[in-house]
C-alpha cells in the first residue's frame, strides 16, 4: 500500500529540514496508545484501571514512537532518522519531538 498522505516541512533551530506527515492514521496513533496503556492494567477486584508509575524508560519509548510514526525525512535523508536525530544537538532533537507530538496529540471522537 503507497502512503499518498501530504506532509510538510519545518527547519529546526540549527536550520536542517524535517519533513513530516501531516497526521497520523488510526493505525498509527493505536501504536503510539499502546506505548502508554502497556503501563496501565485493571485492579480485578473492581475493574478499574490502575496507572503503574510514568517512568523515564516509558516516556523515551513514547518519544521513539513519534519520531518513527511522524518523521518522513532529517536533513534530506529518510533513512535511520531517530539515530540521526539523536546524533544531532539536544535543540534539534527536542524541537523534532515537540513538532511530532502536535501530530500524534490524541483527540477524543466527537
Known sequence: MTDNRTTHEITTPSGKAVTLKSYLTARERN???AVFLSNVSTDPANL???IAD?????????????LELAVVAYDGNSENVIERLLDGSPEDYDFVVVESNKIGNFKPAK
Do not use: N, V, Y
Open 54 to 66: 510514568l517512568s523515564g524508560e516509558l516516556l523515551e519509548r513514547a518519544e521513539r514512537k513519534i
Open 48 to 50: 478499574q484501571p490502575k
Open 31 to 33: 501504536e503510539l496508545r
